[in-house]
């Protein structure tokens, strides 16, 4: 079990990470004419794999972590809200918001689909960022 919750938090800097590179890339071509080709690593995709595997780490913590309590009065508890409500609604708006983003991305000619990619995933790692449990928010996480 607490092999899982580090990986979980270990495995959000690498999610992290994957988005901003995908957004600044998205962002960078999305004024550039497609070259056949040249293009030929899929970012956004790999950032929708490595966020998926972290949401499925995410369910299986909801569902056996201590954190996540649904007993009787847990929406005055900041804590268990937060980890109980908060948490994974806001990831899973998140990685909506990253499947539809990369779908439609692929139906659209490269200039849209730059776009689309570029906002959604710039949407959802706002929202990624509302639902960390940051160490200064004070739920009793590390940084790892």
């Known amino acids: ?19 901003i590179i995908t957004i600044f890339n998205a962002y960078r071509l999305q004024n550039k004419p497609h070259i056949p080709g040249k293009n030929k ?3 956004p995709l790999y950032t929708l794999v490595v966020f998926s595997l972290q949401f499925i780490l995410g369910v299986i913590l909801f569902f056996t972590s ?12 900041p804590g268990l ?17 990253i499947h ?30 509302l639902g960390i449990p940051w160490p200064f928010r004070g739920f009793g996480n590390g940084w790892f």
């Open 41 to 43: 690593m899929n970012l």
């Open 1 to 19: 079990m607490n092999i899982l919750i580090h990986t979980h938090s270990g495995l959000r800097w690498i999610v992290l990470l994957l988005m």
């Open 81 to 97: 809200r937060f980890f109980g409500i908060e948490h994974w609604l806001l990831m899973l708006i998140a990685i909506v918001l």
């Open 66 to 77: 201590s954190l996540v309590n649904f007993s009787e009065g847990f929406m005055k508890n």
């Open 100 to 129: 539809i983003g990369y779908i439609r991305s692929t139906r659209l000619d490269y200039v849209k689909g730059q776009k689309t990619i570029f906002l959604y995933y710039l949407i959802a790692l706002m929202i990624v960022l």
